[in-house]
Structures are given as C-alpha cells and as structure tokens.
C-alpha cells in the first residue's frame, strides 16, 4: 500500500527563519512525488513535481529535492504570505494515470 | 476559463437525506478525481474516472455514487446522508501526466450532515 508521512505536522517560522518540511514515502515504484500548497479554504495549488532522486526544482522561495526514500521542501528567508499548508503527494508506476496519495500536510505559519 | 468548479460551496442535510455534488471543468481534461478532506487525515480519494462513462473506487468508496456522462462534468451522489459523511470535498482533473503540472482543484464543497 502507497503511504506518504509528513513531518513536521506544524511549524512556526519568524520571517527570514529558514527551514525545511519533510516528506517521506513508500510506494511501488514512483512514477512522480508532488508538492501542492493550500491556503485556508480553497483547494490544492500545484507547485512542484519530481520524478527521479536527486531531482531539484525551484520556485521563488521554495526549493524541493527527493531522494529514493523521501523529499524535502526547503524555504529560503519566508515571508508571511509562505503561510499555508504544504500537501505532499506521489503517483504510483502502473498502468494509465494513476491517482494521487496524499499525505496530511504540514501547517506553515510564518510570523512577521 | 474557469478551470474546476464545484457546485454548490455549502450545504447542510439532514441525516438520510441525499444529494449531488457536481464539479464541472472546462479544460477538456480526460482524467477526474473526487476527494475528501477531514482534519488530521489528509486528502482521500472517493471515486475517480478516467474518460467519459468511466468510473473507479478509490480508498473510501463507501456511501457514494458517481457518474461521468459528459467528459466534461464529474457527479457525486450520496443516497442516504450519513453524518461521518461531513467533509470538504474537492473535485480535481488532469489531461495526461506532465512534469510541470499537477491536478487543478476546485475549490471544494463543505458539506456538514446534521
């Protein structure tokens, strides 16, 4: 069975702390690891995907890397509007297009 | 171009009292997905479809119904509302796998069963 574990489940940056979310995942054999941001009351919002370890891909502040085992996103000096929940998801390699398993997020705040 | 949108935002039902979500996308998207979310567990999927007159379990099935008659709309139906069935639901879709683009979401359906 797929499963994606996020850590921490929450975390509390003063703006220009920089830190790193943790996503780590069993899957069989991973077809692409997914990064989405959630802001409070709306849906999932795309940012990142990655397809083999050793894979970087950045996005202003935002930095994510994935080895065999897990990925991590890291955020450079964040600013209070970084605030949101960061969802953490991996495709499985079968067949077609395989749904999406999440995992429970990571709730960011950043406070000025 | 709207992208995915949900219908209705909110609704509050009795218990046994059935209803259906509807998402609707206008991006010609082959693939739909209709999830729910509930504090502490994250994003699962309900059913998903993977064309026109397609559709699929996923990991909590139970208690729902869905259809895709037209590519373009994805419906939920729950028959007989039980209250464990209070959730966000958020309907997504994609055309085919692209490494710099993930699912569109909408913006989801708060649905309380009293």
């Known amino acids: 069975e797929d499963q994606v574990t996020q850590s921490p489940e929450a975390l509390r940056l003063q703006e220009g702390e920089s830190s790193s979310l943790n996503c780590s995942y069993t899957?069989?054999?991973?077809?692409?690891l997914f990064w989405y941001r959630q802001d409070p009351g709306k849906g999932p919002e795309f940012l990142f995907t990655?397809?083999?370890a050793g894979e970087e891909k950045e996005k202003e502040r935002l930095k994510a890397t994935l080895t065999k085992k897990e990925s991590f996103l890291h955020i450079t000096a964040p600013k209070p509007e970084d605030s949101a929940t960061y969802l953490c998801?991996?495709?499985?390699?079968?067949?077609?297009?395989?749904?999406?398993?999440f995992g429970k997020g990571t709730r960011l705040s950043v406070i000025a | 171009n709207a992208g995915v949108t949900q219908t209705p935002k909110f609704r509050v039902l009795k218990t046994g009292q059935s209803m259906t979500l509807l998402c609707a996308q206008d991006m010609n998207h082959e693939y739909m997905y209709w999830y729910r979310q509930d504090p502490g567990m994250g994003l699962r999927l309900i059913h998903y479809s993977v064309g026109e007159g397609t559709t699929a379990k996923g990991e909590v099935p139970d208690g729902y119904n869905v259809s895709r008659l037209k590519k373009q709309n994805f419906l939920l139906g729950l028959e007989s509302a039980a209250p464990s069935q209070t959730s966000v639901y958020f309907c997504?879709?994609?055309?085919?796998?692209?490494?710099?683009?993930?699912?569109?979401f909408g913006s989801g359906t708060r649905l309380t069963v009293v």
């Open positions: 899957v069989s054999g991973l077809r692409g």
């Open positions: 997504a879709s994609i055309d085919r796998p692209h490494p710099n683009y993930g699912y569109t």
């Open positions: 998801a991996v495709q499985a390699r079968n067949s077609g297009n395989t749904p999406l398993v």
């Open positions: 990655l397809y083999s």
